[in-house]
Nanobody
Framework: QVQLAESGGGWVQAGGSLRLSCAAS????????MGWFRQAPEKEREVVAR????????YYADAVKGRFTISRDHAKNTVYLQMNSLKPEDTAVYYC?????????????????WGQGTQVIVSS
């Protein structure tokens, strides 16, 4: 079983940037599709960005398209989420998740490894 640990969250003013990291341990995530999700208070967890095991395919929610970039570094066994032009509505706990295989799932239930989350707060 892979363990995932997010870092890089914090407080930022609207328009600012943050870079989240998701470091994996226990085994390689080189054969895993990875996703970033977020959950705001009293809202359901939603997908933000996804990346295939190879890194060759990426997918974004409409709300973050053009502002967020997901990437991965196989050598470091780490996935990143670069978040630019942040808005107050981006405020949430951000989670990374992984699923071994070629498919790049869209829903939380399809992922079997999760981190503990990192809080992002964007003030107006």
């Amino acid at each position: 079983q892979v363990q995932l640990a997010e870092s890089g969250g914090g407080w930022v003013q609207a328009g600012g940037s943050l870079r989240l990291s998701c470091a994996a341990s226990g085994r390689t995530i080189g054969d895993h599709a990875m996703g970033w999700f977020r959950q705001a208070p009293e809202k359901e967890r939603e997908v933000v960005a996804r990346i295939a095991w190879s890194g060759g395919s990426t997918y974004y929610a409409d709300a973050v398209k053009g502002r967020f970039t997901i990437s991965r570094d196989h050598a470091k066994n780490t996935v990143y989420l670069q978040m630019n032009s942040l808005k107050p509505e981006d405020t949430a706990v951000y989670y990374c998740a992984g699923r071994r295989g070629i498919a790049v799932p869209t829903t939380p239930a399809e992922y079997d490894s999760w981190g503990q989350g990192t809080q992002v707060i964007v003030s107006s």
